[in-house]
């Protein structure tokens, strides 16, 4: 006789409150002193710190897989009528395309104009540094070199729990979800195929257990 299935309801993936996720994003360098020829200091656009910005607002704002965002080209950010989309290639080929966070595009954009390299369409979104030059190269980020950087990113900004690039899909689905976003519009614009595996993301339940479990007066 056959026990039970075991089914998890709920996933392993740590989450960033709103709040955190915010102070995250608020934490990265994105300029850096320069000297002039005459001497004098002046402040300038660094780069890896708006890569790094944009590459984590991707995950988060579109709820996509590291996979995805670091397969994007620069062509993969568009605009459709008013408003800037992003194209992801999901896995088993899958194209995606969603609008854009207005901070999403603001970051996007900001990055974009510092590298100069928004009209060179059919190269990587996101490249890989130089070493610790700052200088970005013409070579893709890997999904290695990602979580590298989430995990010295969230050093730099005082954390004290390991997190994933995973984290920021997450997030993305919590807050979502506790804007009073539906399950099944977070599943779409997760590309998941299951409603049961959107679930696994969704902590917005996690407060009222809590809750509960402290009604037991013992």
């Not at 360098?29 to 656009?45: C, F, M, N, Q, T």
């Not at 910005?53 to 009528?81: C, H, K, Q």
């Not at 980020?141 to 590298?148: E, L, P, Q």
Request: hydrophobic fraction near 40%.
């Amino acid at each position: 006789m056959r026990g039970p299935k075991h089914v998890v309801k709920r996933g392993k993936t740590p989450v960033l409150t709103e709040e955190q996720a915010r102070r995250l994003l608020d934490s990265i360098k994105v300029v850096r002193k320069v000297i002039l020829p005459d001497g004098s200091e002046a402040e300038a656009p660094w780069l890896v710190g708006l890569r790094d910005r944009a590459l984590m607002a991707v995950m988060t704002y579109t709820l996509a897989r590291i996979s995805a965002v670091v397969s994007m080209r620069v062509e993969d950010y568009f605009p459709n009528g008013k408003r800037w989309w992003v194209r992801l290639h999901e896995k088993g080929g899958k194209r995606h395309e969603m609008p854009a966070h207005h901070n999403l595009e603001a970051f996007i954009d900001e990055y974009l104009a510092a590298a100069g390299i928004r009209e060179d369409g059919k190269t990587p979104l996101f490249r890989s540094a130089a070493g610790k030059t700052g200088v970005l190269t013409d070579k893709p980020m890997n999904r290695v070199d990602a979580y590298r950087m989430v995990r010295r990113r969230m050093v730099e900004a005082g954390f004290k729990i390991k997190l994933g690039c995973h984290t920021f899909r997450a997030t993305g689905i919590t807050a979502y979800l506790e804007a009073g976003g539906t399950l099944e519009n977070a599943q779409a614009m997760a590309a998941h195929e299951s409603p049961r595996t959107n679930k696994l993301y969704d902590r917005t339940g996690d407060e009222i257990t809590l809750d509960e479990v402290e009604c037991i007066q013992i």
